[in-house]
């Protein structure tokens, strides 16, 4: 609803419309969306607790803000106590005296806390000094200077960097005598106390060359594995800084950075016998077309070594062993997809009795689960997790009771599919039971020796509680905190709304949350703005409790923001996540209009006829996919250095799910060959030095879109990262929404 500013000499108010109800993205929106973190802040009590065990103890301390202000705690496990883990009246008064600052018993503002293990002494980092406090005698002392500066500048991500394959010192065997190292391109030996080196290989040369990274010597220090390396062709991306802080003139950079389609290096492992001074090379059959090889490692007793092999196009996957006395190859295990294996989010991989037993993940069944291998034979002995669930993180494994410890997902009925929860199993799948208790999202951090652990448990509209549990059973010992958001909910903060819907399969559960305003009125219409992030390495819809001020700010302009995981994104079935593949352009989208259409009908206050969409990075690439393949859906859509062609970003990611050899599926995915289909509004941000997706990633798509006569709006950021465009970004995307889905417009910025 547009507001009015004038009617003849009538002077109507900027807030208010002729209905009299408040209006929406209005200067006083503003403000509440700029200051909301602050409204909001401090604001949860009891809560954010990070538990910390003191060394090999079952004791742990952690910080909680309470109704006195920020408090410290001891909690001992083994006789479920808590207390206040030191006099902070004390404690303040004495700082106060020593450091010359006023300082107040529950504003104690520490860094880098330390208890000793026998708990009578506390360290900590105030004002440029470490401290120490004697918990039984409550004296203070004043140690060293310590620098206080917390970090530097984040360096820039060179995602695809090399190292120099020659730079690495020697390599010195296990039993301390003999050195490994390169000489013009090859293995020599040496005695480590002196004397005359020794070629063992004449096969290197300047293009195919022995890495001084990769020498491996057995455990009896009689054998050596050494890697022969290949380089490949370097693609660099070029920048311009523009806007130097130190100089006027601009700078010149570039980037090492493959992508997909690129050459990339062979690895060759060779195996040399010391003593027979004899190198046997390898058949590369069973790993020849690499995208990468590595976890180097030799058995216990000599005999073979194993490595692991990640075929090119992610859709053949082994753990490999080459023998020690012959050099054959042979597969332990192998992984194969018809689509792709998922290597950077669910391997697994753990050997016991010197590779006798393989613990393995694979989704080989339709789920992620564990599997347990002969590790002499490669046969699989059995499925140690099964079921319509997944197991997200193997958290430990107890070879002496044969028995592993992990975190899953979708186990529990009648739950989100995406809440972790612990359990515990046996080696042989028997014994199956659940750790942690409570319909939520939980978090677990175990003592040294995983006798107890601290279970934290929420949902985005559920605060956080803390239960200490034993790990035996998972019984609760001790009760350690329960969140108090009376605070948080008196500033007209209200949760999220959680809602499920059916995906285009019809069968399918889709999961997102709705964020509404402070200042919700229920018979009103707002338009619906979506924060994508489809990305298929993971799942993204916030599961635990938070104040969720990124998207909350946007709620407060007068929208309704809401937050989808579609079809294509990880953590549920294979086939769930198989729409992804050779597809990244789809996003879910199917999934996301329908849950948004059922959402709509359920709450009549979300109006998706005005629907607008934002993300960055590969949410980026789909908020503008939104306005090319669904137009009659989405209107307005602001995207942040978007990866908009999948060609065009960084080899390791858009290989994985968009395969290889790159085919015509990337020109369909590709927001470059699409951008003529464009009808909403479109705003576009880039930083001119985005090391994590190339920068003329956004310009193509600019180039595209100016062929095909397309209005659209670019704001490019000098000397900006990888980002979703500073204050400026956040403004000009608040500014856009308001413009284009209220109808208003918005602050004129400069007479302010």
Same mark, same amino acid.
């Given at each position: 609803?547009?507001?009015?500013?004038?009617?003849c000499?009538i002077a109507? !108010?900027?807030?208010l419309?002729?209905s009299g109800?408040m209006?929406q993205?209005?200067?006083?929106?503003?403000?509440?969306?700029?200051?909301?973190?602050?409204?909001?802040?401090?604001?949860?009590l009891h809560s954010?607790v990070?538990?910390?065990?003191?060394?090999?103890?079952n004791?742990?301390?952690?910080s909680?803000l309470?109704?006195?202000?920020?408090?410290?705690?001891l909690?001992?496990a083994?006789?479920?106590?808590?207390?206040?883990a030191?006099?902070?009246?004390?404690?303040?008064?004495?700082?106060?005296?020593?450091s010359?600052?006023?300082?107040?018993?529950y504003e104690?503002n520490f860094?880098?806390?330390k208890?000793?293990d026998?708990?009578?002494?506390?360290?900590?980092?105030?004002?440029?000094?470490?401290?120490?406090?004697d918990?039984?005698?409550k004296?203070?002392?004043?140690?060293?200077a310590v620098?206080n500066e917390?970090?530097?500048p984040?360096?820039?991500?060179?995602?695809?960097e090399?190292?120099?394959?020659m730079?690495?010192?020697p390599?010195?065997s296990?039993?301390?005598?003999?050195?490994a190292?390169?000489r013009d391109?090859?293995v020599?030996?040496k005695?480590h106390?002196?004397g005359?080196?020794?070629?063992?290989?004449?096969?290197?040369?300047?293009?195919?060359?022995?890495?001084?990274?990769?020498?491996?010597?057995s455990?009896d220090s009689?054998k050596?594995i050494?890697?022969k390396?290949?380089?490949?062709w370097k693609?660099?991306i070029?920048?311009v800084?523009s806007?130097?802080?130190?100089?006027v003139q601009?700078?010149y950079a570039?980037v090492e950075y493959?992508k997909?389609?690129?050459?990339? !290096?062979f690895?060759?492992?060779?195996?040399f016998l010391r003593?027979?001074?004899?190198?046997?090379i390898a058949?590369d059959d069973l790993?020849?077309q690499?995208?990468?090889?590595?976890?180097?490692?030799?058995?216990?007793?000599?005999?073979?070594f194993t490595?692991?092999?990640?075929e090119?196009?992610?859709?053949?996957?082994?753990?490999l062993?080459?023998?020690?006395?012959?050099?054959?190859?042979?597969t332990l295990?192998?992984?194969?997809?018809?689509?792709?294996?998922?290597y950077?989010g669910?391997?697994?991989?753990?050997?016991?009795?010197?590779?006798?037993?393989?613990i393995w993940?694979?989704e080989?069944d339709?789920w992620?689960?564990?599997y347990?291998f002969?590790?002499?034979?490669?046969?699989?002995?059995n499925?140690?997790?099964?079921g319509?669930?997944?197991?997200?993180?193997?958290?430990?494994?107890d070879e002496?009771k044969k028995?592993?410890t992990f975190?899953?997902s979708?186990k529990e009925?009648?739950q989100d599919p995406?809440f972790?929860q612990v359990?515990?199993?046996?080696? #042989?799948?028997?014994?199956?039971?659940?750790l942690?208790?409570?319909?939520?999202?939980?978090?677990?951090?175990?003592?040294?020796?995983?006798?107890f652990f601290v279970?934290?448990?929420?949902?985005v509209?559920q605060?956080a509680i803390t239960v200490?549990?034993?790990s035996s059973?998972?019984?609760a010992?001790?009760?350690v905190?329960?969140a108090d958001?009376?605070?948080?909910?008196?500033?007209?903060?209200?949760?999220?709304?959680?809602?499920n819907?059916k995906g285009?399969?019809?069968?399918?559960?889709?999961?997102?949350?709705i964020?509404?305003p402070t200042?919700?009125?229920p018979?009103?219409k707002y338009?619906?703005i979506?924060?994508?992030?489809?990305?298929p390495h993971?799942?993204f819809?916030?599961?635990?409790?938070s104040?969720?001020?990124?998207?909350?700010?946007?709620?407060?302009?007068g929208?309704?923001?809401?937050q989808?995981d579609g079809?294509?994104?990880?953590?549920?079935?294979k086939a769930?996540?198989?729409?992804?593949?050779?597809?990244?352009?789809?996003?879910?989208?199917p999934?996301r209009i329908?849950?948004m259409?059922?959402a709509a009908?359920?709450?009549?206050?979300?109006d998706?006829?005005r629907?607008g969409?934002?993300g960055?990075?590969?949410?980026?690439?789909?908020?503008t996919?939104a306005l090319?393949?669904?137009?009659?859906f989405?209107?307005?859509g602001v995207s942040?250095?978007g990866?908009?062609?999948n060609?065009? #970003?960084?080899?390791w990611?858009?290989?994985?799910?968009?395969?290889y050899p790159l085919g015509?599926?990337?020109?369909a995915?590709?927001n470059?060959?699409?951008?003529?289909?464009?009808?909403?509004?479109?705003?576009?941000?880039v930083?001119?030095m985005d090391?994590?997706? #190339?920068p003329?990633?956004t310009?193509q798509?600019?180039?595209?879109?100016?062929?095909?006569?397309k209005?659209?709006?670019?704001?490019?950021?000098p000397?900006?990262?990888h980002?979703?465009?500073?204050?400026?970004g #956040?403004?000009?995307r608040m500014?856009?929404?308001?413009k284009?889905?209220l109808?208003?417009d918005?602050p004129?910025?400069n007479?302010?």
């Open positions: 609803m547009k507001t009015i500013k004038r009617l000499i109507i !108010p900027m807030f419309t002729f109800i209006a993205g209005t200067l006083a929106d503003y403000d509440k969306a700029k200051n909301l973190g602050k409204l909001v802040s401090d604001k949860i954010g990070r538990p910390e065990w003191i060394g090999k103890t004791t742990f301390w952690y909680t309470t109704e006195n202000g920020t408090e410290y705690y909690v001992d083994a006789g479920a106590k808590k207390n206040n030191f006099d902070a009246q004390k404690l303040a008064a004495q700082l106060s005296a020593l010359g600052k006023p300082t107040k018993a104690l860094r880098n806390v208890f000793s026998d708990l009578k002494t506390m360290t900590f980092n105030f004002d440029g000094f470490e401290w120490s406090f918990l039984k005698k004296n203070l002392a004043k140690g060293m620098s917390r970090n530097g984040r360096a820039a991500q060179n995602w695809s090399s190292r120099d394959e730079a690495n010192n390599v010195t296990p039993d301390s005598l003999w050195d190292f390169i391109q090859n020599w030996i005695p106390k002196g005359n080196p020794v070629q063992y290989s004449k096969d290197g040369v300047p293009g195919f060359f022995y890495s001084s990274y990769n020498i491996f010597w455990p009689k050596l050494a890697v390396f290949r380089p490949a693609r660099f070029h920048y800084e806007s130097p802080a130190d100089q601009p700078k570039d493959a997909p389609g690129d050459e990339l !290096p690895q060759q492992p060779v195996l003593d027979e001074k004899k190198q046997i058949n790993f020849s690499q995208f990468d090889i590595g976890r180097f490692e030799w058995k216990k007793d000599n005999s073979a490595f692991e092999y990640n090119r196009g992610h859709q053949l996957y082994r753990i062993e080459i023998d020690g006395t012959t050099g054959s190859v042979r295990i192998e992984e194969t997809s018809k689509t792709f294996i998922n950077s669910y391997r697994y991989r753990y050997d016991f009795s010197d590779g006798a037993e393989i993940a694979s080989r339709g992620n689960h564990l347990r002969n590790g002499k034979s490669g046969q699989l002995i499925q140690i997790t099964k319509n669930w997944m197991v997200r993180k193997v958290l430990s494994v002496g028995q592993i975190e899953a979708g009925q009648n995406y972790i359990y515990r199993v046996n080696f #042989d799948g028997t014994g199956t039971v659940r942690t208790d409570g319909n939520g999202n939980h978090s677990t951090s175990f003592s040294a020796d995983k006798s279970d934290t448990w929420s949902r509209d605060p200490l549990r034993k059973d998972g019984s010992v001790l009760d905190e329960k958001i009376s605070k948080l909910l008196a500033t007209g903060w209200n949760p999220p709304i959680v809602f819907a285009r399969d019809g069968e399918t559960d889709i999961w997102g949350i964020i509404r200042n919700f009125d018979t009103k338009p619906v979506e924060n994508i992030y489809a990305g993971g799942s819809v916030p599961k635990s409790f104040t969720q001020t990124g998207m909350q700010s946007y709620a407060e302009l929208f309704v923001v809401v989808i079809m294509g994104t990880a953590n549920r079935s769930f996540h198989d729409v992804c593949w050779r597809n990244v352009g789809d996003a879910g989208f999934d329908l849950w259409q059922a009908k359920e709450n009549p206050y979300m998706i006829s629907v969409i934002y960055t990075s590969a949410g980026g690439q789909s908020s996919g090319l393949f669904h137009p009659e989405y209107k307005v942040s250095c990866c908009h062609d060609r065009m #970003d960084k080899i990611w858009n290989e994985q799910w968009m395969g015509d599926w990337y020109d995915s590709s470059v060959v699409n951008a003529s289909k464009l009808k909403g509004k479109l705003l576009l941000i930083g001119e090391h994590n997706v #190339d003329s990633s310009m798509v600019v180039n595209a879109l100016i062929k095909a006569n209005d659209f709006d670019l704001l490019v950021v000397g900006m990262d980002s979703s465009g500073g204050p400026t #956040d403004r000009k500014d856009f929404f308001v284009n889905l109808g208003v918005p004129n910025w007479n302010l």
